[in-house]
């Protein structure tokens, strides 16, 4: 419009005068006319918006009833698949009827066959005894049996045709009502035409019945009796398809409620589905929380865990400061075998010297003996020699009993200050053990029960060690004792080959002073030694004869009383070492006992 104007004004201008009356009117008009144009845009642009939101809101209905029919398929495809599923168990229902029938049909003919053989050895058994009893009785019960499998048998077939027969008749039924509503709708038909032929007939009745033709009367009469007797075979025919149509509506009937049945059984079966998938739910909802609480229990495992692992690091550290300690314990132990070896062997010598003495005093009771048998002998002997070799050997005698007095307080002195020694050794062990078994416990009572098996290994290597330990000691005792009797076989040879006493006493007493000079606070805890030290004395005692003169019984019982006194010490000396060790191995395996 406004290019019309423009163009309108430009043709103003070349005309100088068309426009001049009606330009504000033209103006005016033009406004109006944009204005309405402004207007009928905006209704046509709001129309078009509104007709937009309702293609818009038509497409969501159609989606979504696409998408409710596609859920309604997706139900009608899963009915389908459950009313497969159903026929499936109906076919297999019916089978299973079917292997149960066969498993019937030969449980029957196993039984017939035992009753073929129980009717056999009947009748064996009623010929053997035809000759004592009549026969006509069991021919007769016989003949009632195989009378009455025979009546079974026929009543067994009769069962299996009457059931052929009924799914013969259902299946003929079906067939037999499809042909009676065929043959019903084609009698209907030509029931229908029938009415229309009558009707038809009727008008021709009445139009010719005023005609003077009366043989086309008569022809339609008849037409008509032949009408009527069709009809009536019509009507029966028409009343024995009806009877059949109620039997086929009556089977149509059963059907209808064996669908019904089934189509309730469809129900709860969905009914069923429903309740499995609400089970469902619930069963995530559960397993949901259990999966929380086994989170938080798994944390509460992983701190508890965090927690064995610190308390593990403190007790591996616990028992390496214990095995150290056991190390340490195991070398003094060491020391100290080491130092009962040596003990061992200085007992050893210090026996070797008790048994020269022994021999000596043997030697010098014999001189006694001879200078007694020699002073009857030499009577021209004068008396003060005789007393003045008698109490030279008094002298002598009574020095060498002096010396072993001493020697022997000394050794008593030495086993009492190695017996103490060693049961203050055996204590300090004890407590040492206990300590161990103290600091022990207290770990295991901070720290939780899985690295047990460390400390029991730990155990096990200490009991090993004691075992070893003894068994080497053992075989120590067994090495004492040979060398023992080496020795002494060594020391007695030595003896008979001395030629003068004086000289071996004087050898006896520098080894003895020379083997007193050893330190008084070492250990004599060898039991070897001390069991050839009492051996050695018993057969001291039994070597040694008793002299007839006065001063050799005065030796003689001096002799045995040191002797029971020394024996009377070993003794208490072994009965204490014996408790000592059976007090050591209660403790251990006490302290095994408690690992």
Known sequence: MEALLEGMQKQGRGGRGFLTSCEAELHELMKQIDIMVAHKKSEWEGQAQALEACLEVRDQELSSTRALLNEKHKEVGMLCQQLEGMEKAKQDMAVEYEQQLKKFQEELARLKRS??????????EARENAKSQGHGQDQSEVTRLTKKIEVLKEEKTELRATLQSQEDFISSSKMHEEQLQKELARVTETLHTKEQLFRSLEDCLHGKWLSPQGAELDRVLLQ???AHKNEEHLQSEMARLESCLGSANERCVQLSEELTKRLKELQQMEEQHCQSKAEMKKLKEQLSRIEQTHNSELEGMKKEISQLTQELHQRDIAVASASGSTSDMEQRLRMEIERAERKAVEHRVILVQLETLRLENHHLSEML????SGVSEAKDIPLRHLQESYAKALDTLESENQQLQRDLAEARAKLELSTQDSEDKDKNIVQQMSNKKIEIKNVECRGPQEPQHKHKEETRKLQANFDKSSQHHKEEL????AQHLSAETGTASASAGEQSPQISR?????????DSLPDVNKDFTDEASRESVSSRQRESVLLCPLPTSPIG????RFLEEEE???QHILDRLDAHIEELKKESERTVKQFAHQE
């Open 224 to 226: 008509l009796d032949l």
């Open 553 to 556: 019984s005065i030796a003689a």
């Open 564 to 566: 029971l006194r020394s």
């Open 369 to 372: 003996k001879k200078v007694e």
């Open 506 to 514: 004087k050898n006896s007493l520098e080894s003895l002073s020379s």
């Open 115 to 124: 009753y073929e053989k129980l009717q056999k050895k009947q009748l064996k």
């Open 478 to 481: 067994q090495g004492l004792k």
